[in-house]
């Protein structure tokens, strides 16, 4: 595996795989040691109690959040509003280019 392609960022948008959240998205809030992230969604995961995960057990996604990546860059912490943000601006983007037919469509019956 190149380990610049897997090597985690700050503020990054991961999809979990493996485990009880598998299927949800949640976003790097630190990078630990031996290959553990530290994640949080602002909705059941909350900052202040993220989940440690292992990172074989996340995919990573071409997406940063740059509102999460400068806040915890700059004070250390984040707020779960931002969090919840950059997960739905993850999720909303991807559907919007997947269903980008339809949404076409509805705007144009507006």
Excluded at 27 to 50: F, M, S
Excluded at 80 to 99: C, H, I, P, Q
Aim: proline letters at 3%; a neutral charge; glycine letters at 8%.
């Amino acid at each position: 595996m190149n380990e610049s392609e897997s090597s985690p960022r700050i503020g990054q948008v991961v999809r979990i795989v493996q485990g009880r959240e598998a299927g949800q998205y949640a976003v790097v809030i630190d990078i630990l040691e031996d290959r553990l992230l530290l994640l949080a969604d602002g909705e059941k995961r909350k900052y202040d109690r993220p989940k440690k995960k292992n990172l074989q057990h996340v995919e990573l996604l071409d997406f940063v959040s740059p509102e999460v990546q400068n806040s915890l860059l700059e004070t250390g912490r984040v707020t779960n509003g931002k969090l919840r943000f950059a997960v739905s601006k993850y999720v909303n983007e991807v559907t919007d280019l997947e269903k980008g037919d339809q949404l076409d469509g509805e705007r144009r019956c507006n």
